[in-house]
T-cell receptor, first 113, second 115 residues
Framework: TQLLEQSPQFLSIQEGENLTVYCNSSSVFSSLQWYRQEPGEGPVLLVTVVTGGEVKKLKRLTFQFGDARKDSSLHITAAQPGDTGLYLC?????????????FGAGTQVVVTP | DTGVSQDPRHKITKRGQNVTFRCDPISEHNRLYWYRQTLGQGPEFLTYFQNEAQLEKSRLLSDRFSAERPKGSFSTLEIQRTEQGDSAMYLC?????????????FGSGTRLTVV
């Protein structure tokens, strides 16, 4: 059972457009991470957010952690074909003291030239 | 260090056979995790080690599954009497922090197909 709900499940856009992916839960997380996964490969860490309300920017990617630490969003500005991939959010529960991550089902993003 | 290595990358086996996968984590990482990922889903936690100690196993892990990490270095995941439902990508990850703030480093996975 995935405790983290990601939306949308699939997103297809053209190069240059903006997109936002959402990650929601009824649980509070001590930290939340975003990964990108390409076909046949393992996920690669993009960012970790820890503080409620935190905003982090990584070039054209902006990550936000909700004030209540139950939700997060990933916004990509001027998407490029290289942004294509499966975007996964993963949360560390407040009671999980040893770093266990729970993953959402992912959002498949396709950016066409 | 070239990251987390998993072997083999692909495995096709007949139902009922046993299979074993290997994971070599980043050398200074003392935590090692096994996850399973099926098509259209995110990774699901299976088990984890701190050094050589296996500290938690998911309820997803039936008694046909066993994992070891002798000497706290590489780890193996064995599946006995494989079933078609075991077909999935098996991912290994390692981390060095007590918390996950530093993130996991994943291997490329082992794709298991049970026919």
């Amino acid at each position: 059972t995935q405790l983290l709900e990601q939306s949308p499940q699939f997103l297809s856009i053209q190069e240059g457009e903006n997109l936002t992916v959402y990650c929601n839960s009824s649980s509070v997380f001590s930290s939340l991470q975003w990964y990108r996964q390409e076909p046949g490969e393992g996920p690669v860490l993009l960012v970790t957010v820890v503080t409620g309300g935190e905003v982090k920017k990584l070039k054209r990617l902006t990550f936000q952690f909700g004030d209540a630490r139950k939700d997060s969003s990933l916004h990509i500005t001027a998407a490029q074909p290289g942004d294509t991939g499966l975007y996964l959010c993963a949360g560390e529960g407040e009671t999980d003291s040893w770093g266990k991550l729970q993953f959402g089902a992912g959002t498949q993003v396709v950016v066409t030239p | 260090d070239t990251g987390v290595s998993q072997d083999p990358r692909h495995k096709i086996t007949k139902r009922g056979q046993n299979v074993t996968f290997r994971c070599d984590p980043i050398s200074e990482h003392n935590r090692l995790y096994w996850y399973r990922q099926t098509l259209g889903q995110g990774p699901e936690f299976l088990t984890y080690f701190q050094n050589e100690a296996q500290l938690e196993k998911s309820r997803l892990l039936s008694d046909r599954f066993s994992a070891e990490r002798p000497k706290g270095s590489f780890s193996t995941l064995e599946i006995q009497r494989t079933e078609q439902g075991d077909s999935a990508m098996y991912l290994c990850a390692s981390s060095e922090q007590v918390s996950s703030f530093a993130g996991y480093t994943f291997g490329s996975g082992t794709r298991l197909t049970v026919v």
